[in-house]
Antibody, heavy 118, light 111 residues
Framework: QVQLQESGPGLVKPSETLSLTCSVS????????WSWIRQPPGKGLEWLGY???????NYNPSLNSRVTMSVDTSMNQLSLKLSSVTAADTAVYYC????????????WGQGTMVTVSS | QSALAQPASVSGSPGQSITISCTGT?????????VSWYQQHPGKAPKLMIY???KRPSGVSNRFSGSKSGNTASLTISGLQAEDEADYYC???????????FGGGTKLTVL
């Protein structure tokens, strides 16, 4: 059974770049598409984008090219980079596996809280 | 594109049935069979409950069912139990650019 674990700094300064990783275990990272999804405190879910090990990616247009996702097959890890962060980027960030067939997320990490503050 | 519309809250007594609606447009819910539902308990990650409108992942109780009519999808929970109290989010494929939209979430209270 695939398991996911996010990690990264819990505090990022405004205008800097948020960087998170997601470790994948129990399955081949090359077999699936992967997404990042975030949830601001007390609010709903927002899809950030998806990526595949080939480098194919698709990002939420609302992020205005601030986001980059990638897959490191040697480390079995996903990465998320979000540049020029503001307080509005404060959220719990989840990585998730996309179910075969698309557009639904069957396995989630436990999430990692990132606060943007000086 | 705007989030899918869900009621902010619903409630029901143990044993009863409730339905949560999720209204989109002809560009997302209305034109896609890739509608899914997630249950989220406080402080926990979301859990997939329904995918492709009405399919249940292995391990999800058959008390949970999904349907769709036009631009509105629905999640029905029958035989309400205390552990069903949680937030529920719908999600729909919304085209190759936007990919998916989530609903704003519905808080289910079991009275």
């Amino acid at each position: 059974q695939v398991q996911l674990q996010e990690s990264g700094p819990g505090l990022v300064k405004p205008s800097e770049t948020l960087s998170l990783t997601c470790s994948v275990s129990g399955g081949s990272i090359s077999s699936y598409y992967w997404s990042w999804i975030r949830q601001p405190p007390g609010k709903g879910l927002e899809w950030l984008g998806y990526t595949f090990y080939t480098g194919s990616s698709n990002y939420n247009p609302s992020l205005n090219s601030r986001v980059t996702m990638s897959v490191d097959t040697s480390m079995n890890q996903l990465s998320l980079k979000l540049s020029s962060v503001t307080a509005a980027d404060t959220a719990v960030y989840y990585c998730a596996k996309i179910l075969q067939g698309g557009a639904s997320f069957d396995i989630w990490g436990q999430g990692t809280m990132v606060t943007v503050s000086s | 594109q705007s989030a899918l519309a869900q009621p902010a809250s619903v409630s029901g007594s143990p044993g009863q049935s409730i339905t949560i609606s999720c209204t989109g447009t002809s560009s997302d819910v209305g034109s896609s069979n890739l509608v899914s539902w997630y249950q989220q308990h406080p402080g926990k990650a979301p859990k997939l409950m329904i995918y492709e409108v009405n399919k249940r992942p292995s391990g999800v109780s058959n008390r949970f069912s999904g349907s769709k009519s036009g631009n509105t999808a629905s999640l029905t929970i029958s035989g309400l139990q205390a552990e069903d109290e949680a937030d529920y989010y719908c999600c729909s494929y919304a085209g190759s650019t936007t990919y998916v939209l989530f609903g704003g979430g519905t808080k289910l209270t079991v009275l």
